[in-house]
């Protein structure tokens, strides 16, 4: 019996212990995002900071941390948020040390996925960011060197497991590597740090204690896992999202991530199902070209999902939990190949009867002599109940009975095994497999009050199960049917490149992550598509920007595997096209006010006729027209910006929306309307007193808290929520 894990109640003393054993030259492999254990890298660190005899490299990905205020009005509406949104999550001190480039000389931290754009700039982090594909990770990992895997987990339901919680990703792919390289002597430690306020996740989730060297445990491991709030989605969202729900076949697979979009998309598959005459109408109302409509007859539709959809997923995302409430995913599937092909046929159901018996005999899944392999794999599936038993070429069915002939054409010992061994349902249905979870604290808690059997339909698996077809890949090309693999980016070019990691300079953004998995799956996969979502414009503080670009210096999916595109004012599908069609194609979904210069560098280049002209039907590509398809839903209470809750209040969404839109005009702009409102905020509009008494700015003490006062009334003037000739308020201060 193994002697493993130590355990231990306090950080200190696990990093003690972490130290003499393993020596002062640490390598450290941790989960990507919220499996870190961030209470343990913290002691680690701060140790390391301390002694600059320890040599520690930190392999991660996704570092999380609490946002933190660049200015004095920032602070002012962050500080309450962060309070109450993250409480005692305690950030990643490596990840301080990182923005303010204090990182000691003695420690290494290297990532192969940032928190989108939060290393920009960042030398250090920029100079050891390694490009990962994500099936890679525990290979690369490995081959750097890792000597002490790290990570966060729940408590399981007894002593003798643990759930790995969040992060099944790497993990699952690099146990069976523990496991030889502890055969053959080679030094790796695994320590876990336990955390009771983590979703306990079950199936593949729930390992062995002993998989673990030593585990930090009880009250001081655990904290409130950090939840990413909520993004508002816009209109261009919705409108992406409504494209992408009527490309999604009825009884298909469907993967997206996290962020606005998937939100976007969950909603819009809602309205297909639930409100499925309202949706027709939307969609028949979008600006869409001949080529999308008949794309949208040949791959996907419009009706409800009657089959319902698949996920597999390398992130569970609160989209699926909320596709799953509207009945939307719950197409089940199953690890059993012949009951998979079975249930897809149609010629079986997911109650067992007398015919799912006939149905796997026929196809020659069992034998007509059942053996012991036979009746272990029918209990394993739900056709046997559990208390059947097998010898001597008899049954036992666990009832007190007689023991039954196990010989399927025997009518006498058929009639008794359908009446007494026969189990209810099948066993084993995934709704959604998924790699790892990150989310908004809603969603945590939608996961920790799944019941048991619910729970059981979101497999955690390894993200080498997801992400590649190899391995199981009969099972895995039956089960992906239909496979749509949505993914984002920030830039698509008119050869249907597309960059979504990175900019041209050569600067990380993110990662490459499974999008490169995704995208090359699709391909593979009979039915198998990859749908790249881009907002077709970006606002920069120049003023709007094309994300429709002739070309990139920067590539994430290269152009031979370019597939469907879809923006915000139409869907190009690029499979198999020729250069030419590509670049109508794109030109075709790109804003009108940049179509013409498009469509002067395809022809510059030499991929595009001179006398091809933009069709009339896209010149209609302007955020105005979409604006007007969406306001009669929006009157209905319908698209909203948060469609699934929120983090902040209404007061805090508008000031957030007021002062982003402020700081991310054109400066001169900005100046320029500022000193036209100048004269009206003399005394501040008494419309204005919530937003300001949610700042502390309701009686500025000082002439600088009178000038934020007047920024932040400004900002809400210039956002169009409140009206700068109202009359003040009469507790309004005068100015100091």
């Excluded at 002697?3 to 231990?8: G, N, V």
């Excluded at 494209?243 to 076949?249: D, F, G, I, M």
């Excluded at 091809?612 to 698209?639: I, M």
């Excluded at 937003?691 to 809400?716: C, G, I, K, N, T």
């Amino acid at each position: 019996m193994s002697d493993r894990p130590q355990r231990f109640t306090d950080a200190e003393a696990t990093i003690d212990w972490l130290i003499e054993t393993v020596g002062h030259d640490i390598h450290v492999g941790a989960p990507l995002g919220l499996g870190k254990p961030a209470t343990l890298l913290n002691a680690l660190y701060a140790r390391a900071k301390a002694n600059p005899e320890i040599n520690l490299q930190i392999l991660t990905a996704l570092s999380l941390d609490v946002p933190q205020a660049n200015s004095e009005l920032e602070r002012r509406i962050m500080d309450p948020i962060v309070e109450r949104v993250f409480e005692d999550y305690p950030g990643l001190d490596y990840v301080r040390d990182l923005n303010a480039g204090t990182v000691p000389d003695n420690i290494t931290i290297s990532e192969f996925f940032f928190q989108p754009g939060a290393m920009l700039g960042n030398e250090d982090a920029q100079r050891h960011y390694r490009s990962v594909n994500y099936t890679h990770v525990a290979r690369d990992l490995i081959n750097a060197g890792v000597n002490v895997l790290m990570q966060m987990g729940a408590p399981g339901p007894d002593d003798s497991q643990f759930s790995l919680s969040s992060n099944t990703d790497v993990t699952l792919d690099l146990m069976p590597v523990v496991e030889g390289m502890r055969e053959r002597s080679e030094p790796i430690w695994v320590v876990g740090q336990l955390n009771k306020r983590m979703p306990m996740m079950t199936r593949s989730a729930l390992v062995d204690v002993s998989l673990v060297d030593a585990v930090f445990e009880g009250d001081a491991a655990t904290f409130k896992p950090f939840g990413a709030p909520a993004m508002p989605v816009a209109e261009a969202d919705y409108a992406i999202g409504l494209r992408v729900s009527s490309l999604l076949a009825d009884g298909g697979t469907l993967q997206i991530g996290i962020g606005s979009l998937s939100d976007a998309i969950a909603y819009c598959c809602d309205l297909r199902h639930n409100h499925n005459q309202d949706y027709r109408g939307l969609i028949e109302r979008l600006n869409r070209s001949a080529s999308e409509r008949a794309l949208v007859e040949a791959i996907g539709g419009k009706d409800v999902f009657e089959r319902g959809l698949y996920g597999c997923t390398e992130m569970l995302v609160d989209a699926y939990i909320q596709m799953y409430r509207s009945g939307v995913i719950s197409r089940p599937v199953y690890d059993d190949i012949d009951i998979q092909r079975l249930l897809d046929a149609g010629t079986i159901g997911e109650r067992v009867d007398a015919h799912t018996l006939s149905a796997l005999r026929d196809t020659g899944a069992i034998r007509a002599q059942l053996d012991a392999d036979d009746v272990a794999r029918l209990k394993h599936i739900g056709v046997f109940n559990d208390a059947v038993g097998y010898r001597d070429r008899k049954l036992d069915a666990g009832d007190g009975g007689e023991p039954i002939a196990a010989d399927l054409d025997d009518d006498d010992a058929r009639a008794a095994i359908v009446s007494r061994c026969l189990g209810d349902r099948l066993k084993g249905a995934t709704l959604v497999h998924g790699g790892f979870f990150l989310g908004p604290n809603s969603f945590y808690q939608s996961l920790h009050d799944l019941g048991d059997d619910e729970r059981d339909l979101f497999h955690m698996t390894s993200v080498g199960e997801i992400n590649e077809l190899y391995g199981n890949e009969a099972l895995r090309r039956v089960q992906r049917r239909d496979s749509r693999f949505v993914n984002t980016a920030i830039k698509a070019t008119l050869a249907g490149a597309i960059a979504s990691d990175g900019l041209e300079n050569g600067q990380v953004i993110s990662g490459v992550g499974g999008q490169y998995n995704f995208v090359s799956q699709a391909h593979a996969l009979e039915g198998g598509r990859s749908i790249i979502c881009v907002r077709a414009v970006r606002q920069s503080s120049d003023g709007p920007e094309s994300n429709v670009v002739s070309h990139y210096a920067h590539t994430t999916i290269p152009r031979h595997l370019r597939d469907i595109v879809v923006t915000e004012y139409g869907v190009a599908d690029l499979r198999g096209k020729t250069d030419e069609e590509v670049a109508m194609a794109m030109i075709e979904i790109a804003d009108a006010r940049f179509q013409d210069e498009l469509r002067s560098a395809a022809v510059s280049a030499g991929k595009l006729r001179r006398d091809y002209q933009v069709p009339a039907h896209a010149r209609n590509n302007t955020p105005d027209n979409l604006r007007r398809l969406l306001a009669p839903e929006k009157e209905k209470g319908r698209f909203e910006a948060y469609p699934y809750g929120s983090d902040f209040t209404e007061i805090e969404r508008t000031l957030i929306a007021s002062l982003k839109k402020l700081q991310g005009g054109s400066h001169g702009k900005t100046l320029s309307s500022l000193a036209r409102h100048a004269s009206r905020l003399a005394t501040l509009p008494a419309s204005a007193e919530p937003y300001l008494e949610r700042m502390d700015l309701q009686r500025p003490r000082s002439l600088r808290e009178s000038l934020y006062a007047r920024v932040v009334a400004f900002a809400l003037i210039n956002d169009g929520v409140i009206d700068s000739d109202e009359a003040p308020g009469e507790d309004n201060p005068a100015d100091s």
